[in-house]
């Protein structure tokens, strides 16, 4: 199958992505970015660009002991969470090092981002419910409320990996790279070059790589453990946007926007699990091209 797009340049931020993105660090496409940031990058100047610091320490005491939790279930989402999160993901899976990863959706500086308005929801959301949205969609769960201890840890998390970023400023590496959509994209093509680069680590069948514990090393990309089809990460241009900057993980020669494309094209499209909330996205309009439904 050939799909055919007219050539721009796209900007994709997150999850939770994941999606993201937690995909965009917790944010959409472009599509999905804040009305309020839109606004100001049309009528003022460029949002001032910081560097991307990892803090060194975290802090003493029980704010520590929740920041310590939150990066617990950042990286082990699904064994520490299984009543919540269907799949078998974490939220590193997309958030690269917890988050802390430039160009694969980090989440220093997300507080000060907050609340934001999302076009996929019509209305404004705090991280919270952002974070619910990841728990639902990129990990094929249920929502948490606000005042659970993994949302108040993953809150906490984010708050420390955030501390130093001015308000109305963007880290540098936010979301992911801008990609350059091609033309045509050959979805056959897609297949091969999956196989060839990404099945050692995912698995012929998408279904990841665990260890003999039954802890996934890899995670799986489509079947009944991945992403459902509302997160973040089953659109094309924030999958591409993915593979092309951040796999194979540890790869010296990187893919080219085309073979990223070709192998998102073919990965998105796979079976995975529906999302049964999905027919109420976008209700104000503003649904992307490259949605999945």
Request: proline share 8%.
């Amino acid at each position: 199958m050939r799909l055919d797009f007219r050539p721009r340049v796209l900007h994709v931020a997150g999850a939770l992505l994941a999606v993201s993105a937690v995909a965009a660090g917790c944010r959409g496409t472009r599509d999905d970015a804040s009305v309020a940031t839109t606004t100001h990058a049309a009528t003022q100047a460029p949002l001032r660009k910081v560097p991307l610091v990892v803090p060194s320490e975290i802090p003493p005491g029980e704010r520590g002991d929740l920041v310590r939790y939150g990066r617990v279930v950042a990286t082990r989402t699904s064994e520490e969470l299984p009543d919540v999160v269907g799949s078998a993901l974490h939220c590193s899976s997309c958030h690269l090092g917890a988050g802390t990863v430039a160009g694969a959706g980090p989440w220093v500086g997300l507080t000060q981002a907050y609340p934001v308005y999302r076009a996929r929801a019509g209305k404004m959301v705090s991280l919270e419910d952002r974070i619910d949205e990841c728990f639902e969609r990129s990990m094929n769960g249920k929502p948490l409320p606000h005042d659970a201890k993994p949302v108040r840890a993953l809150v906490a998390y984010v708050d420390w990996l955030s501390e130093g970023v001015p308000r109305g400023a963007e880290v540098e590496g936010r979301g992911f790279e801008r990609l350059e959509a091609p033309p045509v994209v050959d979805r056959a093509h897609g297949k091969d070059a999956y196989e060839a680069r990404c099945a050692s680590c995912h698995g012929e069948d998408g279904a990841g790589r665990a260890s003999e514990r039954g802890e996934y090393l890899f995670p799986p990309v489509w079947g009944d453990r991945s992403f459902n089809v509302g997160a973040g990460m089953a659109r094309l241009d924030t999958a591409a946007a993915f593979v092309r900057h951040n796999m194979p993980l540890g790869a010296t020669e990187r893919l080219t926007a085309l073979e990223a494309y070709e192998i998102a094209s073919y990965v998105i499209e796979q079976p995975r699990p529906d999302f049964a909330r999905k027919n109420d996205d976008w209700p104000k309009g503003g649904k992307p091209r490259d949605a999945r439904y």
